[in-house]
């Protein structure tokens, strides 16, 4: 499953839209999945290079990667400990929603993880190869 989905954009318009899988938290603390819009626009990014569809900057502290084991399952649900993008560089995984929905995630897969608070979530490695994924820290 592609966690990213691009939408194509309208004709002669400036205006794209990627659609991002998002993991939440909702008010009685039950964990879903649903996916958040984020607006892009034709910019000239990287000039003399051709514009490019761009989103606006979004503030972000710092990075980790982490590497889950072979078979390995995070035992009890929980939140994620801090707001941040995931992007697989490696491997498989399954997260599964305090709500029972899962997710498969393998390599170019981002997932906006936001479920800082409630019961939270599991992660199980389903890969012959241990999971390396990228987290960004968002402000």
Known sequence: MMACLWSAPKQNTKVHRMMVLRLYADGNGESHFDTQEIAMSLQEFAPPAAPIY????????????IELPVAWG???????????????LS??????????ESREFSIGDA????DTNGKGHTTTVTSGQPATVLMIRLE
């Open 91 to 100: 491997g498989s995984f399954k997260i599964t929603a305090s709500d029972g």
């Open 54 to 65: 761009v989103s606006e900057p979004q503030a972000a502290s710092r990075f980790v990667l």
């Open 111 to 114: 997932l906006l993880m936001a």
């Open 74 to 88: 995070g035992g009890q649900p929980h939140p994620t400990p801090s707001r941040h993008m995931m992007f697989c």
